[in-house]
């Protein structure tokens, strides 16, 4: 009964085996650490942005839903400086001064279960899927010259790219959700924890006819891509006026230690994606193909907020942001793109980044649970 994902993935040369062993024993302990720290747990975020699509109902009331604010030393908000890069971003970054901004500690709002779905969830789903996500079964000719190999139905290698990270980002989620589950509820105590039938419902073979495996392989593939982007990070943090301010020198000066260690250990994996197979070819083919999927990712993140649960929208801003930042890492660099721009990343960027790697790595690393618990059920 354990959702068979095992074995080479697909558009690279890995395996899962060794994305799990790497995660699990090496990435996720350092990530976690990292996450702990003042610089990495606070994010700005407006939450109060209205939905530019269409008009939405009221929030969705539950109590689950409900995001704690909190504002951290005057001193550090002086501090986090921005440094900006407009041309490069494939997300939007919320004004980092806006009023309705607030800070928000994601240790004390934990991406679980909330109570959020049926026609709400699923109009957010399908939009992405539908509208936004070049989803293959919507395609029905060959889109680009650059063609992968027949594989999926006329679809380029970018835009199936670009779904599968889409997808990923959807079964981590649903992974969370399941791991993290609200399995009772007194008026004195609610108790959270693993829900192995709502982890079956959605990745088990049969019970998703074939699909659930393979959105587990899109999860894998999303690791790849953010990992290859920490990797590539690394000479911008090492820059010494690259600092980590929260207004304490010693501990910024550790946190920085830390994060440079965090991104050797991501250099160190030796099964990497090689983000150069796409994007390439034709330069004005490839120029148009990629602000294709730059102005998707955008409306992506806009979407983000029609979600009506507040904890929801949270998490799903700040891991599109974190991915937005991922992809515009990777593919700042092409030959298409302007000479003058040199990678730079902002705090915001970096905490999105660093904390949405570290949620697929707990998928990875709750996957490994679920596993368990499976066959302990058998
Ligand atoms: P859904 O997960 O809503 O899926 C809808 C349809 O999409 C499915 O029927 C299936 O056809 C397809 N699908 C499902 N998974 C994939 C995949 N990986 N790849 C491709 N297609 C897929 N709920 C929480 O409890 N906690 C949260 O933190 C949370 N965050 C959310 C963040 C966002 C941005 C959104 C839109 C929703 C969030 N939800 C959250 C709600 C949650 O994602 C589900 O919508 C809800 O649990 C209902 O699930 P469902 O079984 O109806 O299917």
Redesign the pocket.
Known sequence: VCPQVSGELDDCHCDVESIDRFNNELLFPKLQALLQTDYFRFYKVNLNKPCPFWTSGSHCGLRDCTVKPCSPTREALKNWTKHDDEAQRFCLLDDEWCPDSQYVDLLLNP???????GPE??K??TSI?EENCFKPFTVKRPLSPLYSSGRSEGQCVEKRAFYRLI??L??S??I??SARYLLSDEWFEKRWGPNVSEFR??FDSELTQG?GPK?LR?LYFLFLIELRALVKALPVVKEGSFKLFTGQPQEDCRNKERLLDLLHTARSFPLHFNETSLFAGDETEAAKLKEDVRLAFMNISRI?DC?E?F???L??KLQTQGLGTALKILFSELPSSPPSSRLTLNRQELVALVNAIGRISTSIKELQNFRELLAEDT
């Open positions: 991406e679980r279960f909330t109570g959020y779905k969830a699923w957010i789903w899927y997808s990923g959807h079964a989620i649903s969370h959700l419902s959605r699909e959105r899109n983000m979600v649960c904890k929801c929208r998490w799903g």
